[in-house]
Nanobody
């Protein structure tokens, strides 16, 4: 079992930055690939970024490429999502998720454990 807790969300103006953190507890964090997803009102939950267990491989949705960076610190059992140049369309609840595999995944069904989510609101 893995417990995930997100933090770092909030209200920011367009063009601003936020850094989300996902603290993991339970089983060995380094054995899990991690992903960040988001869900806006009335929309499906979608992948934002994913990272393999080692951090060597990453994936980004086209909508965030060049603006967001996913990373992890296995010594601290924490994954991060650095979000720069934020846009109003980035407004959503952001979730981190863990997948019991060393390889990253891009589908939400590939992830077993989920955090409770953190709200990110970008004003224009």
């Amino acid at each position: 079992q893995v417990q995930l807790v997100e933090s770092g969300g909030g209200l920011v103006q367009a063009g601003g930055s936020l850094r989300l953190s996902c603290a993991a507890s339970g089983r060995t964090f380094s054995r899990y690939a991690m992903g960040w997803f988001r869900q806006a009102p009335g929309k499906e939950r979608e992948i934002v970024a994913a990272i393999s267990w080692s951090g060597d491989n990453t994936y980004y949705a086209d909508s965030v490429k060049g603006r967001f960076t996913i990373s992890r610190d296995n010594a601290k059992n924490t994954a991060y999502l650095q979000m720069n140049s934020l846009k109003p369309e980035d407004t959503a609840v952001y979730y981190c998720a863990a997948r019991n595999s060393v390889r990253l995944g891009v589908l939400k069904d590939a992830y077993t454990y989920w955090g409770q989510g953190t709200q990110v609101t970008v004003s224009s």
